[in-house]
């Protein structure tokens, strides 16, 4: 059964930060995987999509990486900004079932 | 472009009754999916749906049940409620739920079910 870990749980930095967030998974046999953001009460925004065959994706600020072999991928966010606080959650596809999310890492940017 | 859109946004039921929600897909998907988040939690998925049959089916009772239609909208129907079954559900669609980068999956904005 796929399992998915998120570390940190909760992050909480100055604005202006680098920051990176983990994400890993026990199947490494994965479609793809998937980064969302989601805001308090509110349904879930795709930020970055990498497939199984892909080592990386990057859009604006954001960059995630892709290990499949180790199960692992990160996320990295340049110079933080207060609007980035959120729950960022990874999630994984196996076959043809639904994504598996890990619990998300809450993430807050101080001003 | 209207993005996924899930209605009631909100619903209060009571235990032992029944609860409709829907899913409107982006236009040309054709695969829904439902999950359930309890707070603190990421998502746990319930069904997948694709060309209106179903393909993939999570860890949840028979008193779960959906269904798809012709123009690819999505139902998912609760039984018998508990109060265990508080949660945000969320939909999403994507163009297909085969390998490959038509897997992306866009959400909804979730109901929000509260059993009293």
């Known amino acids: 059964k796929q399992e998915v870990t998120q570390i940190p749980a909760a992050l909480s930095v100055p604005e202006g930060e680098n920051l990176v967030l983990n994400c890993s998974f026990t199947?490494?046999?994965?479609?793809?995987l998937q980064w969302f953001r989601q805001d308090p009460g509110k349904g879930l925004t795709s930020l970055l999509l990498?497939?199984?065959?892909?080592r990386e994706q990057t859009s604006g600020r954001l960059n995630a990486s892709l290990d499949k072999s180790s199960g692992r991928s990160t996320l990295y966010i340049a110079a933080s900004q207060p609007g980035d606080s959120a729950t960022y959650l990874c999630?994984?596809?196996?076959?043809?079932?639904?994504?598996?999310f890990g619990k998300g890492t809450h993430l807050i940017i101080q001003p | 472009d209207a993005g996924v859109t899930q209605s009631p946004t909100h619903l209060i039921k009571t235990r032992g009754q029944h609860v409709t929600l829907r899913c409107s897909p982006i236009s040309g998907h054709k695969s829904v999916s439902w999950y359930q988040q309890v707070l603190g939690q990421g998502p746990q998925f319930i069904f997948q749906y694709y060309e209106k049959e179903e393909r993939g089916r999570g860890n949840f009772p028979d008193r779960f049940s959906a269904r798809q239609f012709p123009n690819y909208s999505s139902e998912l129907n609760v039984n018998a409620l508990l109060l265990g079954d508080s949660a945000l559900y969320l939909c999403?669609?994507?163009?297909?739920?085969?390998?490959?980068?038509?897997?992306?999956?866009?959400f909804g904005q979730g109901t929000r079910l509260t059993v009293v």
């Open positions: 999403a669609s994507s163009l297909t739920p085969m390998a490959g980068v038509n897997t992306e999956a866009f």
């Open positions: 999630a994984v596809k196996v076959g043809a079932d639904g994504l598996t």
């Open positions: 199947d490494s046999a994965i479609y793809n």
């Open positions: 990498i497939q199984s065959s892909q």
